[in-house]
């Protein structure tokens, strides 16, 4: 945190009405640190030194505006995260149909692309469209290049069939291969304003909605049920739930939904 920088209560809530209007994520007090933090790092990217001025520049600049967004949005994920899902659908679902699959805050594709590798892997045919809310996640899921660190969790045979290891001054990474790649479309969605232009017949919304107040979760879930085909599966992330919202999906593991055929 930058020792400088410092947020009025006025600031912080002029901020975070910003933000949740534009994402639905909630910057409540307890998140000053957070806000502070990374509203520093766009300053002094800009150049600015008073908060008052850098307020003034996302009023004025839809670019930076676009930045704001995309610094205060929390994108960690690692491949092969919450996994059950996955092995899941790959036990239940028969391969005789193609899957259409949305990754609906897919943050830097870790999560797209684990789904990709397993389906493969088990010889489904599937497409997947990855979304999200910040343009910086979406270029770095188009690359799909990732330090090795973030692999450790994919088994071995997978991560010699469909990844290529970097070579040189990129020895510590792997990229995603075209094949799997192919697979695999990027596109920029709000999920709170964007709507859905095709149904699907399994949606991941899995560790976004923790950021989304009870009303905010209630839209997004109304919005991505209407794009989920009848008899399709959702998913939230384990330490999410659809309790206390209005829905008529029928639970069918935890964290994973089923929409009526
Ligand atoms: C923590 S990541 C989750 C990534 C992945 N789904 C996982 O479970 O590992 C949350 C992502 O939600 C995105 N996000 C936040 N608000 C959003 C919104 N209103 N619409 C679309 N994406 C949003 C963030 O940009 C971030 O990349």
Request: net charge positive; proline share 4%; charged share 30%.
């Given at each position: 945190m930058n020792a400088?920088?410092?947020?009025?209560?006025?600031?912080?809530?002029?901020?975070?009405?910003?933000?949740?209007?534009?994402?639905?994520?909630?910057l409540s007090e307890k998140k000053?640190?957070?806000?502070?933090?990374?509203?520093?790092?766009?300053?002094?990217?800009?150049?600015?030194?008073?908060?008052?001025?850098?307020?003034?520049?996302?009023?004025?600049?839809?670019?930076?505006?676009?930045?704001?967004?995309?610094?205060?949005?929390?994108?960690?994920?690692?491949?092969?995260?919450?996994?059950?899902?996955?092995?899941?659908?790959?036990?239940?679902?028969?391969?005789?149909?193609?899957?259409?699959i949305w990754s609906a805050a897919s943050s830097s594709g870790e999560e797209a692309y684990s789904i990709a590798v397993q389906l493969m892997a088990a010889g489904f045919s599937f497409s997947i469209f990855a979304s999200d809310v910040s343009d910086s996640m979406l270029d770095l899921g188009r690359r799909a290049v990732y330090p090795g660190?973030?692999?450790?969790?994919?088994?071995?045979?997978?991560?010699?069939?469909?990844?290529?290891?970097?070579q040189d001054q990129w020895k510590d990474y792997v990229r995603i291969k075209p094949e799997v790649r192919q697979r695999v479309s990027f596109a920029k969605f709000n999920l709170l304003s964007d709507t859905p232009q095709d149904t699907f017949d399994i949606i991941f919304c899995r560790n976004v909605m923790i950021y989304f107040d009870a009303q905010t979760r209630q839209r997004v879930v109304d919005r991505l049920c209407r794009a989920l085909k009848p008899g399709g599966y959702f998913f939230v992330g384990l330490s999410e739930s659809l309790n206390g919202l209005v829905h008529s999906l029928t639970t069918i593991l935890p964290s994973g939904y089923q929409k009526k055929e």
């Open positions: 400088e920088t410092r947020l009025s209560r006025e600031q912080h809530q002029k901020l975070a009405k910003i933000v949740y209007q534009e994402t639905g994520i909630v000053y640190s957070l806000l502070v933090a990374r509203l520093s790092k766009r300053m002094r990217i800009k150049g600015i030194s008073s908060v008052s001025g850098y307020m003034d520049l996302i009023s004025a600049d839809p670019d930076e505006f676009n930045e704001f967004i995309d610094a205060v949005t929390t994108n960690h994920t690692f491949f092969f995260r919450e996994n059950k899902h996955c092995e899941y659908l790959i036990r239940t679902l028969e391969k005789t149909k193609p899957l259409k660190d973030r692999v450790k969790q994919v088994p071995p045979s997978m991560l010699r069939t469909y990844f290529q290891k970097g």
